[in-house]
């Protein structure tokens, strides 16, 4: 069956409510309301991107909070990017039924989730299950809006309108940074302030889906499926569109596009991505974990990253579309990203500044934006090669693969990183008590048998304290009451003279009747505390520091005995774990560089322009063929 432009209803002449989902463009529309349009693809693009990385700025504050262990965490990212995967795969469906209505009421799905959901959750499998719900919504969101992007630019632009379209996901991140440090405080008293965070994104998301409802539109399908190389070929577009044949177009789209170009590219720049993902998902853990930045310095470290990455991919797009090629720049941006990498990864372990470790991010961030965006224009022209008419199929299949390595690569990361959970979980805390009873603990370590004999004769030592005077009494009148004692143990009567010169050793009078009495009563426990004089002399030197053990809340010690040595290990291996990980994503650099001649495109400037202007030369012809 053939669809004629006839049938496509503009949605700008529509009344009623029926504007709200009839967004088609019967005609390719001028300079300004297209670029409204790519403006808009982008703010949405980079308001998904803030709510499905917002999780990231307080990822510490969340474990804690959820009870979740680091392996729990990494592998609810897995899945979750799995989930999105299949998302981004029923996302090739918009070359059927059109992207823009999946776009805007996507922005309110997740809008809502995301400020209110969410955020009510207090168990970690609610949050996670909830988190799943908003990764397919996006996964679907994210596929559809670099196809509205192609839709609305031609090939000599579209490096330019994908650096906008790139800086979507750079531009979340860097959100997500710039909020979370201007809104997270330096100490956090309480773990459940990650919700203040996802309120904010959720209602930015709610504001974006308002300006999104009202101004979004896209070409209608007779349009949209036909190549444009140059807005030259505007005419022949529109004249061509009357007469397309939309369902010959679409035939087994999945089998048009299963190709070696289209599918190694799309997994070479998905591993290459693993170093971005890697930081949009643990950056703030690594900061904080092996290089002890607070999270707000975390997060202010990912202000640096996002922001020459912002800068890269924007300024990259509009070189590369100057010179009309691709590849040079992606060779030029993979092997900047393979040298900064190494660098990158060889201060695990080490002290650098914040400063320094900025502008190593900076560096390692530009690289990949240079590679990166002209990677993106060369793909869906590359998918254009095959047939225009399939853009968000290609897309869609790009975002399985780049969800599917991401599910791969995050279930593996626990294995290679182990020592997250005991550093994020129990690392403040026994940090905290060493830092606070440091000379407690050190007194401790040195003087087991001290502490040993201070345990096991703790009543004595207490009862010693109380019985004093009377203690003090038996020792300034030894002889005397050692006389007594015999005679008290052989049951004979106690001469008067000998009770009276007690009663005065006691005190005399009253007192000293009162203080034989005390004597008297507590014999047994005298008697132990006397054979245990030369333990308890032994103790008297340390008495001040038995003391201030004493002070020591009871479940510090516990607490240091169960988690202390896991988090002295985790410290010793941190550096070397994630320096393993971070060689895998210099790997996974080094693979992109050589999948780079399986794209279409030119390596010459010269070449390219050469093209450009036979493709020019063939439009006007068909255009003077379909006039006369």
């Given at each position: 069956m053939s669809v004629t432009a006839d049938e496509v209803v503009s949605g700008r002449s529509e009344g009623g409510p029926s504007w709200l989902w009839r967004r088609g463009l019967d005609s390719y529309p001028d300079t300004g309301p297209r670029i409204l349009y790519l403006a808009i693809t982008v703010l949405a693009t980079i308001t998904l991107y803030y709510e499905l990385y917002v999780g990231g700025s307080v990822s510490t504050l969340l474990l804690t909070n959820l009870h979740m262990s680091f392996t729990f965490f990494v592998v609810t990212l897995a899945f979750?990017?799995?989930?999105?995967?299949?998302?981004?795969?029923?996302?090739?469906?918009?070359?059927?039924?059109?992207?823009?209505?999946?776009?805007?009421?996507?922005?309110?799905?997740?809008?809502?989730?995301?400020?209110?959901?969410?955020?009510?959750?207090?168990?970690?499998?609610?949050?996670?299950?909830?988190?799943?719900?908003?990764?397919?919504?996006?996964?679907?969101?994210?596929?559809?809006?670099?196809?509205?992007?192609?839709?609305?630019?031609?090939?000599?632009?579209?490096?330019t309108a994908m650096g906008f379209w790139t800086s979507g996901p750079v531009l979340g991140s860097l959100i997500v940074a710039v909020v979370g440090s201007a809104t997270i405080p330096a100490v956090v008293g309480d773990s459940r302030f990650w919700t203040h965070e996802y309120r904010i994104c959720g209602i930015a998301g709610i504001v974006?889906?308002?300006?999104?409802?009202?101004?979004?539109?896209?070409?209608?399908?007779?349009?949209?499926?036909?190549?444009?190389?140059?807005?030259?070929?505007?005419?022949?577009?529109?004249?061509?569109?009357?007469?397309?044949?939309?369902?010959?177009a679409l035939r087994h789209p999945f089998r048009q596009l299963l190709k070696?170009?289209?599918?190694?590219?799309?997994?070479?720049?998905s591993i290459m991505l693993l170093i971005y993902y890697t930081a949009v998902g643990f950056g703030v853990i690594y900061f904080t974990t092996v290089f002890g930045f607070t999270l707000k310095d975390a997060n202010g470290l990912g202000n640096w990253n996002w922001g020459f990455n912002v800068l890269a991919v924007i300024l990259i797009g509009v070189v590369s579309d100057r010179f009309r090629v691709r590849k040079p720049f992606m060779v030029i941006g993979g092997a900047g990203a393979a040298a900064m990498t190494v660098i990158y990864l060889l201060q695990a372990g080490h002290h650098p500044s914040y400063y320094s470790l900025a502008i190593i991010l900076a560096l390692l961030s530009f690289a990949l934006g240079v590679a990166y965006t002209p990677w993106m224009a060369?793909?869906?022209?590359?998918?254009?090669?095959?047939?225009?008419?399939?853009?968000?199929?290609g897309l869609a299949i790009w975002g399985w693969i780049i969800?599917?390595?991401?599910?791969?690569?995050?279930?593996?990361?626990?294995?290679?990183?182990?020592?997250?959970?005991?550093?994020?979980?129990?690392?403040?805390?026994?940090?905290?008590?060493?830092?606070?009873?440091?000379?407690?603990?050190?007194?401790a370590q040195t003087h087991p048998a001290i502490i040993a004999t201070a345990q096991k004769d703790a009543y004595l030592i207490k009862q010693a304290k109380?019985?004093?005077?009377?203690?003090?009494?038996?020792?300034?009148?030894?002889?005397?009451?050692?006389?007594?004692?015999?005679?008290?143990?052989?049951?004979?009567?106690?001469?008067?003279k000998l009770a009276a010169q007690a009663v005065a050793a006691a005190g005399g009078g009253s007192k000293g009747v009162a203080m034989l009495a005390q004597i008297n009563l507590n014999r047994s426990t005298i008697g132990k505390i006397i054979a245990a004089k030369p333990e308890l002399q032994s103790l008297a030197p340390f008495a001040a520091q038995l003391t201030a053990l004493q002070k020591v809340p009871p479940q510090v010690f516990p607490f240091l005995?169960?988690?202390?040595?896991?988090?002295?290990?985790?410290?010793?291996?941190?550096?070397?774990?994630?320096?393993?990980?971070?060689?895998?994503?210099?790997?996974?650099?080094?693979?992109?560089?050589?999948?780079?001649?399986?794209?279409?495109?030119?390596?010459?400037?010269?070449?390219?322009?050469?093209?450009?202007?036979?493709?020019?030369?063939?439009?006007?012809?068909?255009?003077?063929?379909?006039?006369a």
């Open positions: 979750g990017n799995l989930i999105g995967a299949f998302g981004s795969l029923f996302a090739g469906v918009t070359d059927r039924l059109g992207r823009a209505n999946l776009v805007v009421f996507g922005l309110l799905f997740t809008g809502i989730f995301v400020a209110f959901v969410i955020p009510a959750a207090t168990d970690k499998w609610v949050f996670t299950i909830e988190g799943f719900v908003v990764g397919i919504v996006e996964g679907i969101c994210l596929v559809a809006t670099p196809a509205l992007i192609r839709d609305f630019s031609p090939q000599v632009g579209r490096a974006v889906f308002l300006i999104a409802l009202v101004g979004l539109r896209e070409l209608s399908p007779q349009l949209r499926d036909q190549l444009m190389v140059t807005l030259h070929d505007r005419a022949l577009v529109e004249a061509r569109a009357k007469g397309l044949d939309i369902e010959a070696l170009d289209i599918v190694v590219s799309a997994v070479a720049v060369s793909f869906t022209e590359t998918v254009e090669a095959h047939n225009p008419a399939l853009t968000a199929t969800r599917v390595v991401v599910f791969v690569a995050f279930l593996v990361i626990p294995h290679v990183i182990t020592s997250v959970t005991p550093l994020v979980n129990y690392g403040a805390t026994v940090s905290a008590y060493a830092t606070q009873y440091k000379s407690e603990i050190a007194f109380i019985l004093a005077p009377e203690l003090n009494v038996l020792q300034a009148h030894a002889a005397l009451f050692t006389e007594l004692g015999k005679l008290q143990a052989a049951g004979a009567a106690i001469p008067p005995t169960a988690h202390a040595a896991a988090v002295t290990a985790a410290a010793a291996n941190s550096a070397r774990q994630w320096r393993n990980w971070y060689w895998v994503c210099f790997g996974g650099i080094v693979f992109f560089l050589f999948s780079i001649p399986l794209l279409r495109g030119r390596w010459k400037p010269s070449d390219a322009r050469k093209d450009e202007v036979e493709h020019e030369a063939l439009v006007d012809a068909e255009l003077a063929a379909l006039k």
